[in-house]
T-cell receptor, first 110, second 115 residues
Framework: LAKTTQPISMDSYEGQEVNITCSHNNIATNDYITWYQQFPSQGPRFIIQGYKTKVTNEVASLFIPADRKSSTLSLPRVSLSDTAVYYCLVGDGRDDKIIFGKGTRLHILP | ETGVTQTPRHLVMGMTNKKSLKCEQHLGHNAMYWYKQSAKKPLELMFVYSLEERVENNSVPSRFSPECPNSSHLFLHLHTLQPEDSALYLC??????????????FGQGTRLTVV
């Protein structure tokens, strides 16, 4: 099981770009990296997934270096509504024991 | 609206009560999950069903009993719960197994309070 490590919390300001880095040193060859967002008292919401290099969608970008031992979720021009907990998960679909860590609590300030 | 509906949204029950949580998805997914999220704790995977067959029981006490009658519905039957079981219970579904691998859709959750 690839364990992930993220900062516990981060603060940023509206309009800024926010980068959240996740470490997964023992990622396996078949593992994908997936990020979820969770607002208080709601279920997590899928944001983005990648295997290597860079992935971009309408919400975020995911940067994965060649060694894949870490990944960075990039949120462009954040707003107050981006205040949430962000989780990094690593898995290959064969193991259901995917563990949600404590995530990164992102607080956007006006 | 994620396509995964949980009822009820809030539930208060005594320790001697029996209640059930319901989850419904019409996304055509073949895997469904129950998670527990206690205050300021990570989500804990409780049960996984794939193609209506339970494939994971993550050391959950027997006072929690899941049921998956078909691929669209998932229940969590509760009996003789303890106050420490108070938490947000989340249902999720995905096409293919592994929340960390395939995009999973979560419901809004049921906020359970055991008194």
């Amino acid at each position: 099981l690839a364990k992930t490590t993220q900062p516990i919390s981060m603060d940023s300001y509206e309009g800024q770009e926010v980068n959240i880095t996740c470490s997964h040193n023992n990622i396996a060859t078949n593992d994908y990296i997936t990020w979820y967002q969770q607002f208080p008292s709601q279920g997590p919401r899928f944001i983005i997934q990648g295997y290597k290099t860079k992935v971009t969608n309408e919400v975020a970008s995911l940067f994965i270096p060649a060694d894949r031992k870490s990944s960075t979720l990039s949120l462009p021009r954040v707003s107050l509504s981006d205040t949430a907990v962000y989780y990094c998960l690593v898995g290959d679909g064969r193991d259901d024991k995917i563990i949600f860590g404590k995530g990164t609590r992102l607080h956007i300030l006006p | 609206e994620t396509g995964v509906t949980q009822t009820p949204r809030h539930l208060v029950m005594g320790m001697t009560n029996k209640k059930s949580l319901k989850c419904e998805q019409h996304l055509g997914h073949n895997a469904m999950y129950w998670y527990k999220q206690s205050a300021k704790k990570p989500l804990e995977l409780m049960f996984v069903y794939s193609l209506e067959e339970r494939v994971e029981n993550n050391s959950v006490p027997s006072r929690f009993s899941p049921e998956c009658p078909n691929s669209s519905h998932l229940f969590l039957h509760l009996h003789t719960l303890q106050p420490e079981d108070s938490a947000l219970y989340l249902c999720a579904s995905s096409q293919g197994r592994g929340v960390g691998y395939t995009e999973a859709f979560f419901g809004q959750g049921t906020r359970l309070t055991v008194v």
